[in-house]
């Protein structure tokens, strides 16, 4: 039996959740298109973003540890994929819209530049003067211009919600987009993605640290969410030092992050009556939240891997001799932009040098990065 897009938005009525966003309430796109006869908008969207340059060029960009640093450390493109199946996970079993909180997450991170925050910083300081560089900001500025892919418009022209989604921060009366005002927070497809994202890379950045050795088990033993975990593998009967009992505590801590924020996002949602997406995005506080006494366990994990991990003085070391490079290679493609690809040369123009240089230098994995600057030093 073939599904008529009709049959796919009924189907969104019977089960997703009233506050949910679903396809027949989105405001469209900036250039209207014909509908697809059996996709929703919001499906061509995550396609539009899966099959991007951008998002292949994920695989080689720095998660925390440089691209080449070992084959079974997170990248951005491991990450993206994690994340997005928490995000459905949540998604699904709280009536959100699967299909965007989806999209949202495989789009989330391909504003990164190569050399993760690192990079992103010595980009910022390069650029100061010329609006500075953010890679949120930078990841709509690729699905709404930087990308060609298709006839008649430049960009993925993706839906207002998927494009509104990626902008996570917000300051009331003043974070806009296409000249309007946006709402305090982001849709809750957008909020889970947000939180996930963070729950994400705390369960394997911990996997990561371990496994890297820049930190053990027993230094892990300070946090409470890590002690809890690691007591469920032991009632397994896994002792730790042990491969196994390492995988399986990682597994029950993200096991635990995803349920109370399941749990407790249900519960807000409600004991607040939130009866659409509407409601939910003017709503006086996020609605897609870890219980109080669990968020501070969580941030005492985050602090944990902020210590141990990310200022790590050995991880520092690295990025901020990869974020030279960054420079290096910022300050020769000022002089010779001859050397920037054709597609960034042809918006030196409209867009001026700095800016292009800099979409020059995000789009790059970590390992061309590498390649052009020894190519600028040989
Ligand atoms: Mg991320």
């Known amino acids: ?165 990626l902008i996570k921060h917000r300051v009331p009366g003043v974070t806009s987009l296409d000249g309007e005002l946006l709402p305090p927070h982001p849709s809750l497809e957008s909020q889970v993605a947000d939180l996930a994202d963070d729950l994400t890379y705390y369960g394997h950045d911990t996997d990561d640290g371990l496994e890297s050795g820049l930190f053990v088990e027993a230094e892990l033993d300070a946090v409470e969410l890590w002690r809890e975990a690691a007591a469920k593998a032991e009632a397994q009967g896994l002792r730790p030092g042990v491969e196994k009992h390492r995988s399986y505590a990682v597994r029950c801590l993200i096991d635990s992050m995803v349920g109370n924020l399941v749990r407790h996002s249900d519960h807000l949602l409600e004991s607040h009556h939130v009866g659409s997406p509407d409601q ?33 003085p050995k991880v520092l070391a690295i990025n901020n001799h990869a974020a030279n490079q960054v420079e290096e290679l910022f300050h020769f493609l000022l ?3 001859e050397r920037l690809g054709k597609a960034t040369r042809d918006r030196v123009e409209h867009d001026g040098l700095h800016r292009a240089v800099a979409d020059y230098i995000a789009g790059m994995t970590d390992r061309f990065a590498m390649h052009e600057h020894a190519n600028l030093k040989g």
């Open 280 to 312: 939910a995005r003017e709503f006086s506080m996020p609605l897609i939240a870890f219980s109080p006494d669990f968020a501070k366990k969580a941030n005492e994990l985050r602090e944990f891997l902020y210590a141990n991990m990310y200022f790590n």
């Open 1 to 165: 039996m073939l599904k008529t897009l009709s049959d796919l938005y009924a189907s969104e009525d019977r089960n997703l959740a009233p506050y949910a966003m679903k396809n027949q309430g989105s405001r469209g796109r900036t250039r209207p298109e014909p509908s697809h006869p059996f996709r929703t908008e919001f499906q061509r969207d995550r396609d539009r973003v899966l099959h991007s340059r951008p998002f292949r060029r994920l695989e080689y960009k720095t998660q925390v540890f440089l691209n080449d640093a070992g084959d079974h450390y997170r990248t951005r493109l491991t990450h993206t994929i994690e994340m997005a199946a928490i995000v459905r996970t949540v998604a699904r079993v709280l009536g959100l819209n699967e299909d965007l909180a989806e999209t949202i997450s495989l789009a989330h991170d391909l504003g990164h530049p190569p050399f993760g925050h690192t990079g992103e910083r010595r980009l910022n300081a390069l650029t100061l003067d010329h609006g500075g560089f953010d890679h949120n900001a930078q990841a709509i500025r690729i699905v709404d211009v930087l990308e060609h892919k298709y006839p008649g418009f430049d960009g993925l022209n993706l839906t207002w919600e998927v494009r509104a989604g």
């Open 335 to 337: 002089k010779h932009p």
